[in-house]
């Protein structure tokens, strides 16, 4: 089942592809509006609900990823020595 985050999310991707109708668009605007605060909701997914150990892998691919930056290498090696 999607979360609002996930739905509303899938509204706000339908605005801005060009490849939909300018009715769809409407739609999705309506239902932003309507139901969603105009789309502000709550993000997926939380650190609390993510399962540490798959949290720990992504962080170590990351640092061995030569496609990452240093910076960013840097950022995985301090998040994964405080968890």
């Not at 509204?11 to 490849?19: G, S």
């Not at 239902?31 to 540490?52: H, I, R, S, W």
């Amino acid at each position: 089942m999607p979360t609002d985050a996930q739905i509303a999310g899938g509204h706000k991707a339908n605005l801005n592809n060009p490849n939909t109708s300018q009715e769809a668009k409407q739609h999705s605007k309506q239902v932003l509006d309507n139901e969603f605060d105009g789309g502000n909701v709550p993000k997926a997914g939380d650190t609390e609900d993510k399962n540490p150990g798959n949290v720990a892998g992504g962080l170590k691919a990351t640092m061995k990823n030569p496609n990452v930056s240093d910076e960013a290498k840097q950022s995985a090696k301090e998040r994964l020595g405080n968890m």
